[in-house]
């Protein structure tokens, strides 16, 4: 294959950011995009604004030569489409992604796996007899210091974790131009607990393995429908594992700076990515910071689409990041958290 042909379904903060780092691989070429957003159709992403990143959306995105459909069904029935990108409001996650794995596409779809357990049962069965390539955009994963640090910590760099604790906090995003304010409608997008901290939970499920239970606290400040907002959750690892604990929300005040970040404090090392940088702390008192070569591809995103679009063309089953077991695995442990905030009690996973 010499370009891989991408199809992307929504153009929001998420679709731009797919849209402007395809249009920098050389082995990509968007032919079409669907949203339901007529402005979007045209290009004018004017009202996207996202927690990371600075591009100017003021200008529109050049869509000559993009196929546009205002129904996400008929860019999956389009030929000429090899990868199907799903960057839709969480809820809609799932019937695109169950049709374009049908259709026998290639399919990235962004994080969250979907909005509900029983949802995530028919993606699991679409999963199962499915030709072509899956990978959820668990970014994380593959964000160069935490992929730095998950690859490290497997090789036995640092000896095993003792105390793990990960925080990810942003303002509230009713400021951030999603399409109908959907962050906020609890039942939509569960709130920061599916939305963010669910990266966290994921990220330790896949570092440490399944925990056994959680216990979750939380909050609901801004969201409808008593949806999470901030929260602080203990993963039980059992009394010779880790102690692992996780803080997310969406609750602060406008101009307080999104903060993503962990220290891990390990048998050899305290490993921290936090206000001072990526540091590992040796406990012979040297102080390391890791070089880490990115290219041009300086965040988790670029990272995950390069490596699909990589492993399409060379038609090579991708494995770096996840598998699709994985990633259920982290999101049937987020939904324990939020049935653990609801009912005040420790819950134990089934998986
Ligand atoms: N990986 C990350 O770091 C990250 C960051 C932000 C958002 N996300 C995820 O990406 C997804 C999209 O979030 P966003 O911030 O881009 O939202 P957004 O509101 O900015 O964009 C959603 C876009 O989808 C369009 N749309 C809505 N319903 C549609 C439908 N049924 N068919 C076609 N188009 C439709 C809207 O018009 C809009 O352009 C969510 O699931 C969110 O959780 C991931």
Known sequence: ????????????????????????????????????DPAKRKGDISSV?????NDDNSIPLDLTGVATYENGFDLINDPNVDVVDVCVPTPYHKDYMVAALKAGKHLFSEKPLCRTLEDAKEIEAAVKDAKG????????????????FYRRFHAGEFGKALIVDFRRLSRDVSFSGAW???????????????????????????????????????????SSDGAIDHLVTTYDYGTDGPLVTATGGWTSAYDVPFEMSFQIICEKATVRFMSEGYKV???????????????????????????????????????????????????????AEEKSCKTNQKVTVEY
Not at 3 to 31: C, D, Q, W
Not at 49 to 53: L, W, Y
Not at 182 to 200: C, E, S
């Open 133 to 148: 390539f899956i990978n959820i955009g668990m970014c994380v994963r593959a964000w160069p210091e935490y992929d730095n």
């Open 49 to 53: 604004n996202g927690n990371i990143g």
């Open 180 to 222: 109908e304010n959907w962050f906020m409608d609890g039942k939509r997008a569960g709130g920061a607990l599916l939305d963010m901290h669910l990266h966290d939970t994921d990220f330790i499920t896949y570092l440490l393995g399944r925990p056994q239970a959680v216990s979750s606290f939380g909050r609901s400040v801004y």
């Open 1 to 36: 294959m010499s370009k891989v042909r991408i199809g992307i379904i929504g153009l929001g903060f998420m679709g731009s950011t797919h849209f402007r780092i395809y249009r920098s691989l050389p082995n990509a070429e968007i032919v079409a995009l669907a949203d339901v």
């Open 281 to 335: 702390y040796w406990n012979d008192k040297r102080v390391e910071t890791p070089v880490i070569e990115v290219g041009n591809l300086p965040t988790g995103w670029h990272q995950e689409l390069s490596y699909f679009v990589e492993c399409v063309q060379n038609n090579v089953k991708p494995d770096r990041y996840q598998n699709f077991q994985s990633v259920l695995d982290g999101f049937k442990v987020v939904m």
